[in-house]
T-cell receptor, first 115, second 116 residues
Framework: DAKTTQPPSMDCAEGRAANLPCNHS???????VYWYRQIHSQGPQYIIH???NNETNEMASLIITEDRKSSTLILPHATLRDTAVYYC????????????????FGTGTRLTIIP | GAVVSQHPSRVICKSGTSVKIECRSL??????MFWYRQFPKQSLMLMAT?????????EQGVEKDKFLINHASLTLSTLTVTSAHPEDSSFYIC????????????FGQGTRLTVV
């Protein structure tokens, strides 16, 4: 799976949009960009994923550059409950390599929402 | 989203004893389960991957005889920490995903193990 680079920490004011960047310059054509977050002392939570088109769901939006070498996770109206570590993971789609699948985490970005 | 239940959420055990952690998928059949360990202020470290009915595949450096993983059914996987020592104290997290292609991986709430 391709390596990702994220800033170690970010702050965002409550109510503003939080934009979390991720670089994945070695991404392959069949690899997706996944985002998870981990609130303190809990298991990670799936947020969103995409291949090359921008994606949006009830939690967030994912913007992937045309060359797919970087992406941005957008939390449109950040709340205090969004304070967490956000992980950007690049991997092939589930089911593409059944029996030899992994989901590995990097160091992520610690996002702090400021009141 | 799908629910993965992990039990217990916290456990304290004496050094030298064994501890079993359960991971259940409550509303889907989990064909693959992952077990992670997380030390304070660090990221999740993948320990092993288990597919239903098969032996677990352990990551390099993880002792398979110390961390016994059983994935005997499509809804249950267990991790047993044998002969636990204080350095095994950590946050253990399981993840499960279903058979259907594209089904996401869902995580349990984690188990805080303290070995005294």
């Amino acid at each position: 799976d391709a390596k990702t680079t994220q800033p170690p920490s970010m702050d965002c004011a409550e109510g503003r949009a939080a934009n979390l960047p991720c670089n994945h310059s070695t991404i392959s054509g069949n690899e997706y960009v996944y985002w998870y977050r981990q609130i303190h002392s809990q298991g990670p939570q799936y947020i969103i994923h995409g291949l090359k088109n921008n994606e949006t769901n009830e939690m967030a939006s994912l913007i992937i550059t045309e060359d797919r070498k970087s992406s941005t996770l957008i939390l449109p109206h950040a709340t205090l409950r969004d304070t967490a570590v956000y992980y950007c993971i690049v991997r092939v789609g589930w089911g593409a390599n059944f029996g030899n699948e992994k989901l590995t985490f990097g160091t992520g970005t610690r996002l702090t929402i400021i009141p | 989203g799908a629910v993965v239940s992990q039990h217990p959420s916290r456990v304290i055990c004496k050094s030298g004893t064994s501890v079993k952690i359960e991971c259940r998928s409550l509303d889907f059949q989990a064909t693959t389960m992952f077990w992670y360990r997380q030390f304070p202020k660090q990221s999740l470290m993948l320990m092993a991957t288990s597919n239903e009915g098969s032996k677990a595949t352990y990551e390099q450096g993880v002792e398979k005889d110390k961390f016994l993983i059983n994935h005997a059914s499509l809804t249950l996987s267990t991790l047993t920490v044998t002969s636990a020592h204080p350095e095994d104290s950590s946050f253990y997290i399981c993840s499960a995903r279903g058979r259907a292609k594209g089904t996401e991986a869902f995580f349990g709430q984690g188990t805080r193990l303290t070995v005294v």
